[in-house]
């Protein structure tokens, strides 16, 4: 079993800043990549930032000049930090892993649970 650990998120007024973290556990393998997606009702979870192991980053055209994501590979653990929040960033966001899973070398997507990031204008 793998398991994200979300930790931040919550409300905001516009131009604000949050952070989100998460922790990866359990039977992990290996990750490629972390990141996180967001979703909001009646629409797709979307991919926000993501970093691979070797570093590359990935950004959504909506959030580049104002997240940055942050990884720690030794640790298994992923930050964002959101500036200039704006009020089209609420939704509830998912910390992803891309990886193998020791107990049977599968390799694929884990998610946390979410955490709400409300942003008021």
């Known amino acids: 079993q793998v398991q994200l650990v979300e930790s931040g998120g919550g409300s905001v007024q516009a131009g604000g800043s949050l952070r989100l973290s998460c922790a990866a556990s359990g039977a992990i393998f290996s990750i490629n990549s972390m990141g996180w997606y967001r979703q909001v009702p009646g629409k797709q979870r979307e991919l926000v930032a993501d970093?691979?192991?070797?570093?590359?980053?990935d950004y959504a055209d909506s959030v580049k000049g104002r997240f940055t994501i942050s990884r720690d590979v030794a640790k298994n653990t992923v930050a964002l930090q959101m500036n200039s929040l704006k009020p089209e960033d609420t939704a509830l966001y998912y910390c992803?892993?891309?990886?193998?899973?020791?107990?049977?070398?599968?390799?694929?997507?884990?998610w946390g649970q979410g955490t709400r990031v409300t942003v008021s204008s």
């Open positions: 992803n892993a891309h990886g193998v899973r020791s107990t049977d070398w599968r390799l694929d997507d884990y």
């Open positions: 970093v691979s192991r070797d570093g590359g980053l």
